[in-house]
């Protein structure tokens, strides 16, 4: 006796909208075995982990404000994944956007500026990150580099330049040799949408986002053209679509969107930069995109659901005195269940005798 | 000892982990599984090395269980990848989100203690050549290992009927299948192999390189290891060639700075991943674009009855 897959011969709807939740309910399920073995009443680490940061008012702003770049950057992934193009590489594109917008800001700093300071920072940050992701699309599409290798090593690039930036040159000169740059100003900072907590206008922003990014995917030639060459990348040469282009198209896009998360992350929440402005953004953002199906509406959900894990690790590092490294497994746990299910979405598990297979 | 021999025995060590976990990764790619998950198995190695080390007190225990370890991520890799047909790239991400969060929790306890590392071993003889004597045969027991490695895989790939079929699938794995090869069992034993390269190349930074736990303390080895294949051409004496020439750019950072050369510490510790996208793009272009990886390299297998 042994197991095989065999393709189902329809993937049913219903299966497929149950798997990211089988998923979820999963990666709860071995979260609450991996307290009981690390000594924790596993009831008591689970509700601190994801029905705390959903209780209250403050605990909900932080999830806006956490789940924001988790979409803005999953979205743009989803768009490299569904086409073939592995970028990897989302948390230094992040980077370079805070890079990017934070050197408008400090670059204005005490000088008069006016209301078009803050749309400049938004494009600089895009811009920024933009320019990060087109390196490893052109070396991928002139030379064949791999552009897992390329984009993931630029990551390290780009922590190297902001730490560089933060302790030198952009240091702020009345900080305590702190390694930060100055505030921001109020004219350089993304403003809030309510008096208290930290919830601003990035958050609408990201929402716009996945809204135009559902409809061009849904309802454009482009959209079309970012799933076929993933698909079935012959018949989209016969169609006559540029695969080289679509590469850096879609890398572009997906720098863009993570740039355009850090220069948010820099002048909305944080008001400075700091060598450490991201915890791990970019990374998480992958698991985002692959719960939420590749699918823009489906990165808004899930990126909801990651930030309230990003939220849980901190009350649980305070309440509990678990390491932060918790959220990363538990991330890791949801992203391999996920894989899993949509896996099984498209095959079934059968038992079948020896002599059958042979 | 003199400077050039300093530089030597610092290029090594710093080489060795790299292509211990190359070496590995190799062998999984020429069965035609792409393991991203180096990074995340070799962490995983090198804090289970640590943590058992400094329960049991004893340094070998820990290589095993840093092996162990490494296997045990490899295996779930494997589960994912071969059992399930699931996408390769995002496994492997999956396994180096999982095992770099999984090591933190599991060296936490263990952050700060210091071990003595793992001593050398001195070869008798051999080591009294002068200059290059003491260099290649005084060195710690992976050393050794490492290159034993790279003469074993390459006898086997290219000696040995087993090593041709573990090719065979690699290259075509419908017709490997075809002619009655076991292509999930073959790949299997290749990620379990891999797995445990990866697991010992984190020994070899938490229990001889830097004798104490550090979150996070591999750097991006791993993925160094993954590029230090592509670089090979997925040839073992090329992969020892290429993971010396990486070894001895990550320790030029520190010699520059000893010599004091007026550049930013970031900026030399940034080079060692600058270099691998300029390797990347070089040897591509050597190869004028065409790649001479398996060709089934990273395609699900799922066979049909």
Not at chain 1, 343 to 351: N, T
Request: net charge positive.
């Amino acid at each position: 006796m042994r197991l095989v897959l065999e393709r189902r011969p329809h993937v049913s709807v219903r299966l497929l909208v149950l798997s990211p939740l089988v998923a979820v309910a999963l990666t709860v399920l071995c979260g609450a075995v991996m307290f009981a073995a690390m000594g924790l009443d596993p009831w008591q680490a689970l509700h601190v982990y994801f029905v705390m940061p959903v209780s209250d008012a403050w605990g909900l702003q932080e999830v806006a404000v956490k789940a924001t770049p988790l979409i803005l950057i999953a979205v743009g992934l989803a768009l490299c994944y569904q086409s073939n193009n592995w970028n990897i590489g989302a948390e230094g594109q992040f980077l370079m956007g805070a890079i990017a917008g934070g050197w408008i800001a400090i670059a204005t700093h005490g000088v008069p500026n006016g209301p078009w300071l803050l749309p400049a920072m938004l494009l600089g940050g895009a811009l920024g990150g933009a320019f990060l992701a087109l390196i490893p699309a052109v070396l991928k599409t002139r030379f064949g580099a791999n552009e897992i290798l390329t984009s993931l090593m630029l990551v390290y690039v780009a922590e190297y330049l902001l730490d560089w930036l933060v302790r030198g040159p952009w240091r702020d000169p009345g900080g305590f040799n702190m390694p930060q740059t100055v505030t921001f100003e109020p004219e350089a900072t993304i403003p809030l949408l309510f008096g208290d907590g930290r919830l601003n206008l990035g958050t609408p922003i990201a929402i716009v986002v996945v809204i135009v990014a559902a409809i061009l995917v849904a309802r454009t030639l482009k959209g079309f053209e970012i799933r076929l060459v993933g698909e079935a990348p012959r018949a989209a040469r016969f169609a006559g679509f540029n695969d080289r282009k679509l590469t850096i198209t879609v890398f572009l896009v997906s720098g863009a969107l993570a740039g355009l998360a850090g220069v948010i992350e820099a002048a909305g929440t944080i008001r400075q930069l700091q060598p450490a402005i991201s915890p791990g953004y970019g990374f998480t953002a992958i698991i985002v995109a692959f719960l939420g199906r590749l699918n823009p509406v489906g990165c808004l959900v899930a990126g909801v659901f990651l930030a309230i894990t990003f939220i849980g690790g901190e009350n649980a590092q305070i309440t509990l005195r678990l390491p932060l490294d918790v959220t990363r497994v538990i991330q890791g746990m949801l992203l391999f269940f996920v894989l899993a299910c949509d896996s099984l979405v498209a095959y079934r598990v059968r038992l079948v005798s020896r002599e059958a297979v042979a | 000892m003199t400077i050039a021999e300093a530089i030597l025995l610092t290029v090594i060590t710093a080489a060795t982990p790299l292509l211990l976990a190359a070496i590995g990764e190799l062998v999984v790619e020429r069965s035609g599984v792409l393991n991203l998950g180096v990074e995340g198995m070799m962490i995983m190695g090198a804090a289970t090395g640590i943590a058992v080390a400094i329960l049991t007190g004893s340094s070998a225990l820990g290589v095993l269980g840093a092996i162990a370890a490494g296997m045990a991520l490899a295996a779930l890799f494997a589960v994912m990848t071969l059992g399930l047909a699931v996408n390769q790239v995002a496994s492997g991400l999956a396994l180096t989100i999982f095992g770099l969060g999984l090591s933190g929790v599991v060296g936490a306890r263990f952050v700060g203690v210091q071990r003595e590392g793992i001593g050398k071993i001195d070869i008798p003889v051999l080591s009294d050549i002068p200059f290059l004597g003491r260099v290649l045969f005084e060195q710690d027991p992976f050393v050794y290992l490492s290159v034993l490695l790279v003469g074993g895989v390459w006898w086997f790939l290219n000696r040995t009927k087993a090593g041709l079929v573990l090719r065979a699938c690699g290259e075509n794995h419908t017709s490997a299948h075809a002619l009655g090869y076991p292509v999930l069992r073959i790949r299997l034993v290749a990620i379990l192999f891999g797995g445990a390269c990866a697991g010992l190349a984190g020994a070899y930074l938490s229990l001889v390189y830097t004798p104490f736990w550090t979150s996070g303390m591999t750097a991006g080895r791993g993925w160094i290891a993954l590029a230090i294949v592509v670089f090979a051409s997925w040839l073992p004496w090329r992969a020892a060639l290429g993971a010396y020439l990486f070894g001895g750019l990550t320790i030029l950072q520190l010699h520059a700075q000893g010599f004091g050369v007026p550049v930013p510490s970031q900026l030399l510790a940034a080079l060692p991943y600058l270099l691998t996208i300029v390797v990347l793009v070089l040897i591509m272009r050597v190869r004028q674009g065409s790649t001479a990886g398996p060709a089934s390299l990273g395609v699900p297998f799922v066979p049909d009855r």
